[in-house]
Nanobody, 126 residues
């Protein structure tokens, strides 16, 4: 069993930055590929970024590529999402998720992930 706890969300002006953290307890972080997803009001949950168990491979949604960076520190059992040049359309609840199966081409599919955090709100004002 893995527990995931996100932190770092908040209110920021357009163009600003935030860094989200996802702390894990239970099994060590290195056992899982990690993903970040977001859900805006009235919309489906969408993929943001994913990272392999070692951190050697990453993938991003086109909408955040070049602005967001996913990373992990397995020694601290924590994954991160650095968000720069934020836009109002980035406003959503952000969730981290852990995937016990291989970091394959299904990294963008929410149902492929086994564990989820409770989410942290990110609001970007114009």
């Amino acid at each position: 069993q893995v527990q995931l706890v996100e932190s770092g969300g908040g209110l920021v002006q357009a163009g600003g930055s935030l860094r989200l953290s996802c702390a894990t307890s239970g099994r060590t972080l290195s056992s899982y590929a990690m993903g970040w997803f977001r859900q805006a009001p009235g919309k489906e949950r969408e993929f943001v970024a994913a990272i392999s168990r070692s951190g050697g491979s990453t993938n991003y949604a086109d909408s955040v590529k070049g602005r967001f960076t996913i990373s992990r520190d397995n020694t601290k059992n924590t994954a991160y999402l650095q968000m720069n040049s934020l836009k109002p359309e980035d406003t959503a609840i952000y969730y981290c998720a852990a995937k016990s199966t291989a970091f394959d081409n299904k990294y963008y599919i929410p149902r492929e992930y086994d564990y989820w955090g409770q989410g942290t709100q990110v609001t970007v004002s114009s």
